[in-house]
């Protein structure tokens, strides 16, 4: 084997895996194009090679099974507005939600445990968990427990897997936009990655900078009765910007946003300021971008102003035939395009 070879004979590259690699990004889809994707066959109606927030799979003429995924890390575990139990169960129902599957049947939680982690904060973990499932009404059915020692991980690591069903050919996948459609976003966005990022750098910010983790599996199925919702992406990793960036560029559309309308709490705003982030461009684990069939955006906007945690919701945009694949951003003073952030984003919140 030459210096150059891996253990397999293969010709070695030299390249590493960076923390840019999981910014939700550019880089992040070339990893996943590179070496995923093209080691697995696609399936159902939305496969792997869809790279959606989850897979639709046909069971019988009626119903389609939704299959959901992920792990979570984020420090600190515990922060303003939730805990990373919180967040893994929210971030697998909201997952299946914007698939379209509003009533979550049930969900896996495998935690990785680091060796000396205390236990009153487990116990603090899995009580907000089950609070959570709770609230989003579904229950943990089956799981995992592996502990690891001191530095092989970082306290603590939670995997959730989320299954529901939706009426066969009625999921809601991202790339469903179309011109003429409504850009909703149903709150203000940066809540989270702003709140964490003060949190774990130990700014004391003036104003309420709070987590927005929370189950939007209501707030969809209240969208979805009201009208016709075309495409539909919560904006974790790589916020807005991204969300909207990989909405456009699936369906082959432009957008415009009107950065006056998209809803940013001012506390967001001037910490996002002084911190030299974007709001646009952080996560959020509580909200969703919707795209909504114009003779219906107002409809859809009311009932997701009905909802608790819709009350902020507002039309933003429109999707539109020009600039295929880019979003312009019309700031009031000027326009530019709104490109998804790439490299490593810090904190790491999901």
Same mark, same amino acid.
């Given at each position: 084997?030459?210096?150059? @070879?891996? #253990? ?5 590259? %030299? ?17 996943? %194009? ?34 959901? /995924? ?18 893994? *169960? ?6 299946? +939600? ?33 609070? /959570? ?21 970082? !306290? ?7 299954? %529901? ?16 459609? #409504?850009?909703?976003?149903?709150? /203000?966005?940066?809540?989270? =990655? ?5 949190? !774990? ?21 209240? +969208? ?12 974790? !990793?790589? =916020? ?21 309308? *998209? ?7 001037? #910490? ?5 982030? &974007?709001?646009?461009? *952080? ?13 219906? #955006? &107002? ?18 945009? @429109? ?14 003073? =000027? !326009? ?15």
């Amino acid at each position: 084997m030459s210096e150059t @070879e891996d #253990a397999d004979g293969t010709e070695a590259s %030299g390249e590493v895996v960076t923390t840019a690699h999981g910014s939700g990004g550019g880089q992040m889809r070339s990893l996943i %194009g590179d070496l995923v994707l093209s080691r697995f066959e696609d399936a159902g109606d939305v496969g792997l090679h869809d790279l959606d927030d989850g897979a639709v799979l046909p069971v019988d003429d009626d119903q389609s099974l939704v299959v959901t /995924t992920d792990s979570h890390v984020v420090k600190p575990p515990v922060f303003p507005g939730g805990d990373i139990g919180r967040l893994a *169960v929210a971030g697998t129902v909201n997952d299946l +939600a914007v698939m379209g599957a509003t009533e979550p049947l049930a969900l896996s939680c495998s935690l990785v445990v680091e060796e000396g982690v205390e236990m009153d904060f487990l116990d603090t973990v899995l009580a907000s968990a089950r609070a /959570t499932c709770e609230e989003a009404g579904c229950s943990v059915v089956t799981g995992d427990t592996k502990v690891m020692g001191s530095g092989d991980v970082d !306290r603590l690591v939670v995997n959730t897997t989320g299954v %529901g069903l939706v009426p066969r050919g009625h999921h809601v996948a991202d790339a469903g936009l179309s011109p003429g459609d #409504a850009i909703v976003v149903s709150g /203000t966005l940066g809540d989270h =990655g702003i709140a964490l990022l003060s949190e !774990r750098e130990g700014f004391d910010f003036e104003g309420d900078l709070e987590s927005d983790v929370a189950p939007v599996n209501d707030l969809v199925a209240a +969208a979805l009765d009201a009208g016709e919702v075309t495409a539909m992406k919560d904006p974790t !990793r790589g =916020g807005f910007a991204t969300s909207i960036n990989e909405m456009v560029g699936k369906a082959d559309v432009g957008a415009e946003i009107d950065e006056r309308s *998209v809803p940013v709490a001012d506390s967001v705003a001037a #910490a996002g300021e002084v911190l030299g982030i &974007e709001p646009f461009d *952080v996560a959020n684990e509580g909200k969703v971008v919707f795209g909504v069939a114009p003779e219906d #955006a &107002e409809d859809v906007l009311a009932a997701l102003q009905d909802q608790p945690l819709g009350a902020d919701a507002a039309i933003v945009g @429109e999707a539109t035939a020009d600039h295929p694949g880019r979003v312009v951003l019309d700031t009031g003073l =000027g !326009r530019r395009y709104l490109t998804e952030p790439e490299g490593e984003q810090l904190p790491r919140i999901c």
